[in-house]
């Protein structure tokens, strides 16, 4: 039995499988996010509690070979030795570091930041956050002998093992050369004096041994930490090979694409995240609209999920001449474009249009988005698909007709825990005694193919949705014209 633990967010799963990947029991518990305002924390303890009652339910007291870790990125946990909270955990939402980034965007040290990294900047990721605190709690850093992410300190609590994997310290500090932290990185957010704090990069997945008293766990189990969950998510959906990608339709829209350089010399924008090989990256491109945005046209429209499907069936193609932008966020945008004056738009209305016509012009420019993101990503192959917004058959036939390609649906449940049990095994193989058919892992659940009548007409919608995009990022400038960030 092998265990993958994902550490999301708002939720922390396990899930429990055979040695031919399939599911044996999946166990989930909600985790709370506190805080007021732009402050978004999370209680550490509540996680590691979660964590270990989740595998302890999954093994219903049996030995499992293996315990591997994902989940969330970004944000900033800050522990003790003993991996014990010196403070809240900062979550990746938090927004407390937003002047600090908006001040490196207009000075240039973000752009200098990407040309050497790869990464763009937001308040949420682990450096903006850590100087933010160097500023503000310099008492909390001086206490903390860690700043990791989620995983990682929870891989510490587990085995009391130190460490992150490549893709978790790839925002904002790894060097993609030497795959190790770029002094100029920290020097440049003016955190290099709190360089020590950063946990080793291991170089395939850091690997520990149950403690004594670890619920669910027996003392020795091997451990592991990462990738997070982005990358894991891919590696579950059997997403491995160049120019291949992965659409999360989830609350947001994690667009992926596996790419063989990181393309400093690009518009900043998105992620390059690392992993074991060298010679591959998961180029990562995360916009902010998704099922957040349906959810919103759908309680606009007095509908609900359960009607999705009807809804999509009663407006024709194009919606009858509406059409949307959907670009909710309060934040903006931050893929395939940086500009946190985005703002969602719908045109075409008249007295004709119905709620069918306006939910599914939503559905449609949230697919346009995620081509929109997945090209901008480089997307040449094949396309995996997961995610809450693609367990709906006639949204996921949409997606499948707009991006002009079949749709492998990722084998489910939980991809990221999935992936997670994979990249262990991949990375630790030798020293667990045990090799996983990748091909039986991650073989797709189901094949969406394109419409070629659909293909063709969405073809042009697509022409006609990147002309509204241009024509409203000049009217986001603002009437003096100043270009947006």
């Known amino acids: 039995m092998f265990v993958g633990l994902d550490l999301g967010t708002s939720v922390v799963k396990a899930a429990a499988f055979a040695d031919d990947g399939t599911t044996l029991r999946v166990e989930s518990t909600p ?97 903006p956050l850590l100087a933010w605190l160097d500023c503000n709690e310099p008492a909390s850093l001086d206490a903390a002998t860690t700043a990791g992410c989620c995983k990682d300190v929870v891989h510490l609590r587990l085995t009391g093992e130190r460490g992150t994997d490549l893709s978790d310290a790839s925002n904002p500090f790894l060097d993609p050369r030497t795959r190790g932290y770029a002094p100029e990185a920290l020097a440049a957010l003016g955190v290099d004096h709190r360089k020590g704090l950063l946990p080793p990069i291991a170089a395939t997945l850091p690997y520990g041994e149950a403690r004594d008293r670890v619920p669910g766990l027996t003392r020795g189990t091997p451990v592991t930490s990462g990738p997070y969950d982005l990358p894991a998510s891919a590696t579950g959906a059997g997403v491995t090979e160049p120019g291949d990608g992965l659409l999360i339709v989830g609350t947001t829209l994690a667009c992926q694409v596996v790419v063989e350089r990181v393309a400093l010399d690009e518009d900043p924008v998105g992620f390059h995240l690392a992993t074991a090989r060298p010679d591959r990256h998961m180029r990562a491109l995360p916009a902010m609209t998704g099922t957040v945005a349906l959810d919103w046209v759908l309680g606009l429209t007095g509908t609900v999920h359960d009607q999705l499907s009807d809804l999509l069936d009663a407006s024709p193609r194009g919606a009858r001449g509406v059409a949307a932008l959907p670009y909710l966020s309060p934040s903006g945008e931050r893929a395939p474009f940086v500009d946190p004056t985005a703002r969602a738009e719908f045109t075409g209305l008249d007295l004709r249009a119905t709620r069918a016509d306006v939910v599914r012009a ?123 960030v």
């Not at 339910?57 to 970004?74: H, M």
């Not at 020293?431 to 091909?439: I, R």
């Open 362 to 484: 939503m559905c449609e420019a949230i697919a346009f988005a995620a081509r929109h993101c997945l090209e901008a990503a480089g997307l040449s192959g094949r396309l995996a698909v997961c995610g809450g917004g693609a367990r709906n058959p006639e949204w996921l036939r949409l997606f499948a007709d707009v991006l002009g390609r079949p749709l492998r649906v990722a084998r489910g449940p939980e991809p990221g825990a999935r992936g997670a049990v994979l990249a262990a095994v991949a990375a630790h193989g030798d020293t667990l005694g045990q090799h996983l058919d990748l091909a039986e892992w991650t073989a797709p659940e189901a094949v969406v193919d394109p419409d070629p009548a659909a293909v063709a007409f969405y073809d042009e919608a697509y022409q006609d949705y990147l002309f509204r995009v241009g024509s409203a990022r000049d009217r986001w400038k603002g009437p003096a014209g100043s270009p947006a």
């Open 31 to 127: 985790i709370a996010l506190g805080g007021q305002g732009e402050h978004v924390e999370q209680d550490i303890e509540e996680v590691v509690r979660a964590a270990t009652g989740v595998v302890e339910a999954v093994t219903g007291g049996q030995d499992s070979a293996l315990v591997a870790i994902t989940g969330q990125g970004d944000g900033l946990w800050l522990v003790d030795a003993d991996g014990r909270a010196v403070r809240p955990a900062l979550s990746w939402m938090d927004g407390r570091a937003g002047g600090l980034v908006a001040g490196w965007m207009a000075d240039g040290t973000a752009d200098r930041l990407y040309r050497r990294t790869g990464q763009v900047l937001f308040p949420g990721s682990p450096g």
